[in-house]
């Protein structure tokens, strides 16, 4: 594209994206006014419950928690040109990992119990991947069908599961029974009372977070540190040059995959484990439909991808806060999501090329 | 599984493939023409939604009708500005009109009608009246031909015979005319599309419409024949089902119809009985339903004959200058 050339790269990561955000907010706010609330209003009040206690941030934090590990699975997958929309059987799956390990090992101490539940989640939900990644690289499957696919029969199989197997008898409800006390996460309250900090001890924030951020941080390592990441990146800018270069295309295809599943499974670890503490049948809702948004606007880069996953946080608070005072549905916020995909994802030269060109101009100058 | 069964079960089959069918004849028609369409559920979704909302408001399903084949071509269209107007990727845009079209047929529902989200249900004249075929009274006696004409083919509302329809109409507008011939080539190998001196942009932007007008039929048929108004959420994964199907017919129309008759009827027994067994082996329902992804993946993956798009799916056309 001969207009991205002639954007600098501090616009590129920054004024780029940041347009095609406020292009989608400005659309929700006429959407806002078109069904005859105050967008200003809409604004204080998602403000205000998401930012404005800590239970807000609390709420906030446990959703961007989510994102960050939907997102950066994403992300991990698009730095290949891999484009994943696995994400949500990923993480179902990853949900039935965590719960098999919680129901069915009797742990001593939550520490423990995390650490088997993170591996737990993580393999899960890498397996999971691994078929999409596998026919992709050996059979030349497209990877967004499949996964698409995948989601539909990971649903139906935590289905079975939940109805035949996890359902405790004489229950109607198709869901596990609860974790043992010995597999609760220590949420954001009790680690923040530990030095003596106030925080609400409603929102399901826990542990998990710090799991997150430290998987940023482990991305960008190995993305821009490793060999794998090297191998990954160069596979992404140009599949021939990679493999004139000796990388296997089939072996990075399948490698991301894993890499990208375990990460949208590790979400489970603070859903399911941290808030739920039983398997429901409808763990993930969306979280990794959003973590496409997430990526997207994130550049695919992880400190871009909290970002963006805290933002997202911010909307889902705010837009519950909004059902809850105002006739405005929560589904508003997937109509945001969907302008900021729109935007981020699909119009990027809508949005790049005038900016391409105030710069041009600016340059002739 | 006596007989009189078996025709219960072939009738629902043949209404509830009716949505597949025209998603799935969009799709085919879209991705023939070199434009990915994972859209389809979101046009489908707000076909419905408009299809009920005006319906109720008219009183007359044929309104709404129109209006939900006028809302699914917005769409459509918005999908052609992304990915072949802006050159976006394709897949990612589809992706986005899903998104779009699952929130704001809740945002606009609620702020119309208040019910939580759905429309009012519909009767009377709001809802597709269903049809007798000649003769059907006359038939409905006879041995086999009876039921087989009264029970399952006659009775259903107009788009179930027009989605029919469509089948032949679009295998002879693909291979049997001049805009099939380009469309199908501009599939193929734009570049030799625009040396022959037509407009790729114009063909893909012909086909993307086409598909918008089949996807608003499908959602009108979901909410006002299949049921009777909309609710949250109500195509419930049939985009996809249609995407499945047109990849199980290799973008073929004849084969789309076998194909969306074979996943009808996985719904249409699911629906019916919980567990069946075969061959003293319970299946479970929720396999009925992750048959249709499983054979897709299935036929995708190569092992019982081979999937192959068409070849400049995808990717939108940069003309030489």
Redesign the interface.
């Known amino acids: 594209m001969s207009a991205a050339r002639r954007i600098p790269h501090w616009a590129d990561v920054t004024l780029v994206p940041l347009t095609s955000v406020v292009l989608a907010f400005l659309l929700s706010a006429v959407l806002i006014w078109a069904i005859g609330e105050s967008p200003w209003q809409a604004v204080k009040l998602m403000v205000e419950g998401a930012f404005g206690s800590s239970y807000g941030w609390g709420y906030t934090l446990y959703y961007a928690t989510n994102f960050i590990f939907t997102g950066l699975a994403v992300a991990v997958a698009f730095q290949a040109r891999l484009f994943n929309i696995g994400g949500e059987g990923q993480a179902l799956l990853g949900g039935l990992g965590v719960a098999l390990v919680c129901l069915y090992i009797p742990w001593p101490h939550w520490s423990l119990a995390l650490i088997a539940a993170t591996l737990g989640a993580a393999l899960f939900g890498a397996a999971w991947a691994l078929i999409p990644g596998y026919l992709q690289a050996r059979r030349g499957s497209h990877i967004v069908i499949t996964t698409i696919m995948f989601n539909f029969i990971a649903a139906s199989l935590l289905g079975y599961v939940l109805v035949n197997v996890l359902r405790p008898q004489g229950s109607q409800d198709p869901s596990s029974p609860r974790f043992p006390p010995e597999a609760h996460l220590p949420s954001l309250h009790d680690m923040l009372a530990v030095v003596g900090i106030p925080f609400s001890r409603v929102p399901p924030t826990n542990i998990s977070l710090f799991i997150a951020v430290a998987m940023c941080f482990a991305v960008w390592f190995m993305l821009w540190r490793t060999r794998l990441g090297y191998q990954i990146r160069a596979f992404g800018e140009s599949e021939p040059a990679a493999e004139y270069a000796g990388i296997s295309p089939a072996r990075i295809t399948i490698y991301v995959m894993l890499i990208s599943g375990a990460l949208a499974g590790l979400m489970a670890v603070n859903s399911v484990m941290g808030e739920q503490q039983r398997l429901v049948l409808n763990a993930v809702e969306g979280a990794g439909f959003i973590g496409i948004a997430v990526a997207l606007m994130g550049r695919n880069h992880p400190f871009g991808v909290f970002l963006a996953a805290i933002l997202f946080g911010f909307l889902y608070q705010g837009g519950a806060e909004l059902a809850l005072w105002t006739s405005i549905p929560r589904e508003l916020i997937v109509v945001i999501q969907a302008l900021v995909i729109l935007f981020t994802g699909a119009l990027d030269n809508m949005v790049r090329m005038p900016i391409a060109r105030l710069f041009a101009l600016r340059g002739a100058r | 599984m006596d007989f009189a069964i078996l025709v219960q079960v072939l009738e629902s089959t043949l209404r509830l493939a009716t949505p597949l069918l025209f998603a799935c004849l969009a799709g085919l028609i879209s991705e023939r023409a070199g434009v990915f369409d ?1 859209g389809l559920e979101g046009k489908m979704l707000a076909g419905a939604f408009m299809a009920a909302a005006i319906a109720f408001v008219s009183g007359n399903v044929w309104i709404g009708v129109a209006a939900a084949v006028g809302v699914s071509v917005v769409m459509s269209l ?1 999908h052609g ?3 072949i107007t ?8 589809g ?6 079209a ?3 047929t ?3 529902a ?2 119309w009608f ?1 019910q939580g ?1 759905r429309t009012p249900s519909l009767s009377g004249d709001m809802r597709m009246q269903r049809i007798d075929l000649p003769f059907a009274e006359a038939l409905r006696d006879v041995p086999v031909l009876g039921p087989i004409y009264h029970g399952i083919l006659s009775g259903h509302g107009l788009l179930v015979y027009v989605g029919l329809l469509c089948v032949p109409l679009t295998w002879y507008m693909l291979f049997r005319t001049r805009f099939g011939l380009r469309l199908r080539a501009v599939g193929e190998n734009p570049a030799a599309v625009d040396t022959a001196g037509i407009s790729v942009i114009g063909m893909r932007y012909g086909a993307v419409a086409i598909c918008g007008v089949l996807c608003g039929l499908a959602g009108a048929y979901l909410s006002t024949g299949l049921s009777a108004g909309f609710v ?1 959420d109500m195509s419930a ?1 049939r985009g ?1 089902i249609a ?2 199907a047109m ?1 199980f017919a290799k973008w073929r129309p004849w084969h789309a119809l076998g194909a969306v008759w074979l996943f009808g009827l996985l719904e249409a027994v699911a629906n019916r009985f919980q567990n069946i067994e075969i061959l003293g082996l319970a299946v ?1 329902v ?2 009925m ?2 048959l249709p ?2 054979l ?2 299935v036929i ?3 092992f019982v004959g081979k999937a192959i ?1 068409p070849r400049a799916g995808g990717s939108a056309y940069v003309k030489e200058h």
């Open positions: 994972i918005i500005v992304a990915s802006f050159r976006g990727n394709q897949l990612i845009s992706v986005a009109i899903n998104f779009l699952a929130g704001i809740v945002v606009i609620q702020n208040r989200g949250q994964g996809f995407l499945a990849i479970p929720q396999a339903q992750a992804y499983i897709t993946v995708l993956a190569g798009p």
